[in-house]
């Protein structure tokens, strides 16, 4: 399997008998009580890693926009950005984001994505547009027939994505937590829908039905990302262990928790794997 196993929880527990925090030295478990609670905060600190930083460039063209879908029975928010430089987006193709359970797309420029974009292009990566569309919070599967995420992935943004001139016959997919299951359980159910997917942390339990889909995705388009420290580490390791074509292209477990400045580390990544899917044909 391609990609980094990084740092396990053990392995930073276990790494010696002190730790560093801001460069002082912090003492074990068997001191007072101050230097336990010192020894736990270390700990933590060093599970997560460092805070991942947005991008100090430029966006480029962001709107927000609401839109009515059918599929999901209700108007929803539509967010688009195009790199900085390159107007409007015309041409590009696009990077759908999946948002997690307490976002919706109100929620992206404030996380940076439209910075991230302009910062992943200017290091060199095939530019690209991204879309997102408000999903609920419904892991993506939706509530029944009157309200379908996946269906609104499938059939409504591509061509919401076209009337704003993106070339949305090459797209591929990020999300986190929930949006990353989403993107997974996209990937699975219309295989040639997405170039590739990147999921951060994707909210993956051992008894999904998406371990059993795994089997079904092309390895080569899956990128998995998550930190050691995440609870949901174990199911996704499972999950990459069950990825169909030998495997996820990328599977990176490194320091990190299930919060944003984990997500904001990773996230350059996560955009040159798509960047590059995006670029091949």
């Not at 527990?13 to 002082?24: F, H, I, K, P, S």
């Not at 943004?157 to 949305?168: I, Q």
């Not at 390791?237 to 984990?262: I, K, M, S, T």
């Not at 996230?267 to 995006?278: E, Q, S, V």
């Amino acid at each position: 399997m391609a990609g980094s196993r990084g740092v396990t929880r053990r392995a930073l527990l276990t790494g010696g008998a002190g730790l560093l925090v801001g460069g002082a030295a912090v003492v074990g478990a068997d001191a007072a009580t101050g230097g336990r609670l010192r020894g736990r905060v270390a700990r933590e600190l060093a599970d997560e890693g460092p805070a991942g930083v947005v991008p100090d460039v430029p966006q480029g063209r962001v709107r927000l926009e609401r839109v009515r879908s059918r599929a999901r029975g209700r108007e929803v928010g539509l967010w688009t950005a195009a790199p900085h430089g390159h107007g409007d987006g015309a041409g590009l193709p696009v990077v759908l984001v999946l948002h997690g359970a307490s976002a919706t797309t109100a929620d992206l420029e404030r996380f940076g994505f439209a910075r991230f974009l302009t910062a992943a292009v200017r290091d060199g990566a095939p530019p690209f547009v991204l879309a997102g569309a408000d999903g609920g919070r419904t892991r993506w599967e939706g509530d029944g027939a009157a309200d379908d995420p996946q269906r609104m992935l499938a059939e409504e943004l591509p061509g919401w994505c076209a009337e704003r001139g993106f070339d949305a016959g090459r797209a591929a997919a990020y999300g986190w937590s929930m949006g990353g299951y989403g993107a997974l359980r996209a990937l699975a159910l219309r295989p040639g829908g997405l170039r590739a997917v990147a999921a951060l942390s994707p909210a993956v339990a051992r008894d999904d039905a998406l371990l059993e889909e795994a089997a079904t995705l092309d390895g080569r388009r899956v990128g998995l990302w998550c930190g050691t420290a995440d609870p949901l580490l174990p199911a996704v390791q499972e999950l990459a262990e069950r990825v169909g074509g030998g495997g996820p292209a990328v599977a990176a477990w490194a320091p990190g928790a299930h919060r944003r400045r984990y997500w904001d580390r990773v996230t350059p990544d996560a955009l040159r794997f798509l960047a590059a899917a995006l670029a091949v044909g």
